[in-house]
């Protein structure tokens, strides 16, 4: 078994009010944990892989492929490779969302 700490990871994005941080990278995928602090806004942008978004904690909305939904704790979502997909935390608590990208 393989343990990684958040206390041990990298910053791999900073934007406003979001940050990012590699927590664990292995064969498949890359586990990146995405702090959205209330008003934090991330523009559309593409990945050529498949990424799925895992909300641990408050809420936020997720707007890819056109469509906008509003995901909370427990929550998850997928946006194939090639899709435009945007964040944009629009309540007055932080979000936290660990984003798994498929290798």
């Known amino acids: 078994m393989k343990t990684y700490r958040r206390e041990e990871s ?19 995928a890359d586990v990146v944990l995405l702090n959205l602090e209330p008003g934090a806004h991330i523009p559309a942008h593409a990945l050529e892989v498949n990424v799925l978004f895992a909300v641990a904690s408050g809420s936020a909305t997720l707007t890819a492929g056109g469509e906008s939904s509003e995901l909370a704790a427990g929550d998850v979502a997928e946006v194939p490779p090639g ?21």
């Open 10 to 28: 990298t910053e791999v994005f900073r934007a406003g009010k979001s940050t990012g941080h590699l927590v664990a990278t292995a064969e498949q």
């Open 83 to 103: 899709e435009r997909r945007g964040w944009g935390n629009t309540t007055g608590q932080p979000c936290r969302i660990f984003v798994v990208k498929q290798k």
